[in-house]
């Protein structure tokens, strides 16, 4: 039988799914791992961005240390940080709030860009403070762009998130890992599928976010 | 068996994994084959040693190893040993995954390797069951395909084993695996996730000692991630590759295991049939000197001191009078 068939046999195993080890536990898990990177590394990217945008001030900066943060390998700072704090969530966490940061931060910034200047003068015009023109202006306006960072972070950390078995975690690196050391590659190649559909779920829900949040009459930011 | 290739990188400590990982071992490992092929048809033109007056087809002696610091340095004794005997020496280092180089040593772009008695058995055999490392030893040659041969096995062995904390030994008195069925709390074991699987895993302790252990997959194969997770107290046992100086470095304790029930890894050279009994007679000089402590010296120094296998080789082999 080949790899792929095998590969699929196994997903439809009923006995996969259920138990702590199941097929919709590693799921989950896999899922709550990319929120949380994706969550806190949102927190402090997307303001970050938007004050970047919103200001000019510190574009090279921040253009700079996302490109930067871009070349870090995730494995890398997964065991860096894990002989720092100790196998656990932590350590797989960081890396993953790292590895989303630049999407994010780059989506944020490029909100504000691409806000033509003449509507922020317009508002400030009306008299609307610099937080208003943030908010009710550049915000509303490069939204699209601002989830084009999430979808992109989203999709790097998940595809990523199998790394967290690494670390005595679990998640769908559970099904790879394994499958990759005791040469069950039609395990492997399941747990991948997983992360695949996943991945493909997630994104396409981010795009229909994308699609919802893009302001009426607006031209289409990209 | 993976676990071997995945390990130099986390034992070089943390930058080293920053620029690799253990997912690029892979990457390397496939990459590894073609320029073999290229590198025998070099030796047998370039290549001008005492041994090839005989004929066309004997040319230098290909020398590989898995891509793991320690078994370099193996290999790297048997290149020294056979260059002062005379012989001229490739060196293919770092070669993958045993999926990789076995074709390469049945094919004969690789003529010696040092490989270990029990994983390369259950290479051949998987539900080989573990034994006496003679038993083991000879069970390998009766699986071996032809033309490949194991050379005497050395006394060294770098196996698995269940790996404690000096201070959790003596609180609970433990000296062997069997002792561990007496602790009352939870027991659990950083090892790669493989573990599970193994036949010295939670089920087989669990069947021949009556210990009770829960897998906390680490995926390091016993590198630093595993060693820190014991000493923290994260869990109380680790797999740790017995001759790993980190052992000693954190004074840990090996338990013994009177059954036998972790499979026995012995050193053991394979050689196609281009190593003559002359050569395995120089490889035999190295294989009966090395024993666990002189596997773990060597090691250590590759750790400690990032000295370079070629070096370090050359100095024990000359320590121990082999290679003047």
């Given at each position: 039988?080949?790899?792929?068939?095998?590969?699929l046999?196994?997903?439809?195993?009923?006995?996969?799914?259920s138990?702590?080890?199941?097929?919709?536990?590693?799921l989950?898990?896999?899922?709550?791992?990319?929120?949380?990177?994706?969550?806190?590394?949102?927190?402090v990217?997307?303001?970050?961005?938007?004050?970047?945008?919103?200001?000019?001030?510190?574009?090279?900066?921040a253009?700079?240390?996302?490109?930067?943060?871009?070349?870090?390998?995730?494995?890398?700072?997964?065991?860096?940080?894990?002989?720092?704090?100790?196998?656990?969530?932590?350590?797989?966490?960081?890396?993953?709030?790292?590895?989303?940061?630049?999407?994010?931060?780059?989506?944020?910034?490029?909100a504000?860009?691409?806000?033509d200047?003449?509507?922020v003068?317009a508002?400030?015009a009306?008299?609307m403070?610099?937080?208003?023109?943030?908010?009710?202006?550049?915000l509303?306006?490069?939204?699209?762009?601002?989830?084009?960072g999430?979808?992109?972070?989203?999709?790097?950390?998940?595809?990523?998130?199998?790394?967290?078995?690494?670390?005595?975690?679990?998640g769908?690196?559970r099904?790879?890992?394994?499958?990759?050391?005791?040469?069950d590659?039609?395990?492997?190649?399941?747990g991948?599928?997983?992360?695949?559909?996943?991945?493909?779920?997630?994104?396409?829900?981010l795009?229909?976010?994308?699609?919802?949040?893009?302001?009426?009459?607006?031209?289409?930011a990209? | 068996?993976?676990?071997?290739?995945?390990?130099?990188?986390?034992?070089?400590?943390?930058?080293?994994?920053?620029g690799?990982?253990?997912?690029?071992?892979?990457?390397?490992?496939?990459s590894?084959s073609?320029?073999?092929?290229?590198?025998?048809?070099?030796?047998?033109?370039?290549?001008?040693?005492a041994?090839?007056?005989?004929?066309?087809?004997?040319?230098?002696?290909?020398?590989?190893?898995?891509a793991?610091?320690?078994?370099?340095?193996?290999?790297?004794?048997?290149?020294?040993?056979l260059?002062?005997?005379?012989?001229?020496i490739?060196?293919?280092?770092?070669?993958?995954?045993r999926?990789?180089?076995?074709?390469?040593?049945?094919?004969?772009?690789?003529?010696?390797?040092?490989?270990?008695?029990?994983?390369?058995?259950?290479?051949?055999?998987?539900?080989?069951?573990?034994?006496?490392?003679?038993?083991?030893?000879?069970?390998?040659?009766?699986?071996?395909?032809?033309?490949?041969t194991?050379?005497?096995?050395?006394?060294?062995?770098?196996?698995?084993?269940?790996?404690?904390?000096?201070?959790?030994?003596?609180?609970?008195?433990?000296?062997?695996?069997?002792d561990?069925?007496?602790?009352?709390?939870?027991?659990?074991?950083a090892?790669?996730?493989?573990?599970?699987?193994?036949?010295?895993?939670?089920?087989?302790?669990?069947?021949?000692?009556?210990?009770?252990?829960?897998?906390?997959p680490?995926?390091?194969?016993g590198?630093?991630?595993?060693?820190?997770?014991?000493?923290?107290?994260?869990?109380?046992?680790?797999?740790?590759?017995?001759a790993?100086?980190?052992?000693?470095?954190?004074?840990l304790?090996?338990?013994?295991?009177?059954?036998?029930?972790?499979?026995?890894?012995?050193?053991?050279?394979?050689?196609?049939?281009?190593?003559?009994?002359?050569?395995?007679?120089?490889?035999a000089k190295?294989?009966?000197?090395?024993?666990?402590?002189?596997?773990?010296?060597?090691?250590?120094?590759?750790?400690?001191?990032?000295?370079?296998?070629?070096?370090?080789?050359?100095?024990?082999?000359?320590?121990?009078?082999?290679?003047a």
């Amino acid at each position: 039988m080949n790899q792929l068939l095998a590969a699929l046999d196994w997903l439809l195993d009923p006995a996969r799914y259920s138990g702590p080890g199941g097929i919709p536990m590693r799921l989950a898990e896999h899922l709550g791992y990319t929120a949380l990177g994706v969550v806190l590394a949102a927190v402090v990217a997307i303001p970050l961005g938007l004050l970047v945008g919103h200001t000019g001030r510190g574009r090279g900066l921040a253009v700079a240390a996302s490109g930067a943060a871009r070349a870090l390998p995730t494995l890398g700072l997964v065991t860096l940080f894990a002989l720092l704090v100790g196998i656990g969530l932590l350590a797989p966490t960081l890396a993953f709030v790292i590895l989303a940061i630049p999407s994010l931060l780059a989506g944020a910034y490029s909100a504000c860009e691409a806000v033509d200047p003449r509507t922020v003068d317009a508002a400030r015009a009306q008299g609307m403070t610099e937080m208003q023109v943030l908010t009710r202006v550049e915000l509303p306006l490069g939204m699209p762009l601002v989830i084009t960072g999430i979808r992109a972070a989203t999709l790097q950390v998940i595809s990523t998130a199998m790394l967290a078995a690494y670390v005595g975690n679990g998640g769908l690196g559970r099904f790879i890992f394994l499958g990759l050391k005791t040469q069950d590659y039609p395990q492997m190649l399941a747990g991948s599928l997983l992360v695949i559909a996943l991945a493909l779920v997630l994104d396409g829900a981010l795009l229909l976010v994308q699609a919802l949040t893009r302001p009426r009459g607006a031209v289409p930011a990209g | 068996m993976i676990r071997r290739t995945a390990r130099p990188i986390a034992r070089r400590g943390a930058l080293a994994a920053l620029g690799a990982g253990g997912l690029a071992s892979l990457a390397a490992a496939c990459s590894s084959s073609d320029p073999l092929a290229e590198e025998t048809s070099d030796a047998s033109g370039g290549g001008g040693g005492a041994s090839d007056a005989g004929g066309g087809a004997a040319g230098a002696l290909v020398v590989g190893s898995q891509a793991y610091y320690s078994n370099e340095i193996i290999a790297e004794l048997f290149a020294q040993v056979l260059e002062a005997a005379g012989l001229s020496i490739t060196r293919e280092y770092q070669i993958g995954q045993r999926e990789v180089y076995l074709p390469e040593l049945e094919s004969g772009a690789v003529d010696l390797l040092p490989e270990y008695t029990g994983n390369l058995l259950q290479y051949y055999q998987a539900d080989a069951p573990s034994a006496s490392p003679e038993e083991i030893a000879e069970a390998l040659a009766g699986v071996l395909p032809d033309g490949l041969t194991a050379l005497p096995f050395a006394e060294a062995t770098d196996q698995d084993s269940y790996t404690t904390t000096a201070d959790f030994a003596s609180a609970n008195s433990l000296t062997a695996i069997p002792d561990l069925a007496g602790v009352q709390e939870d027991l659990k074991i950083a090892a790669n996730s493989e573990f599970e699987a193994r036949p010295y895993g939670p089920a087989g302790v669990k069947e021949t000692y009556g210990v009770d252990v829960a897998l906390v997959p680490v995926e390091d194969s016993g590198g630093p991630l595993t060693v820190k997770a014991l000493t923290d107290g994260t869990v109380q046992l680790a797999d740790i590759y017995t001759a790993d100086p980190a052992i000693q470095k954190n004074g840990l304790v090996t338990l013994e295991d009177p059954e036998s029930l972790i499979l026995p890894q012995n050193v053991v050279p394979i050689a196609s049939s281009k190593v003559d009994d002359a050569a395995a007679a120089e490889i035999a000089k190295v294989t009966g000197a090395l024993t666990t402590e002189e596997l773990i010296a060597l090691n250590t120094r590759s750790i400690d001191e990032q000295a370079k296998s070629a070096d370090i080789a050359r100095e024990w082999l000359a320590e121990k009078g082999i290679v003047a």
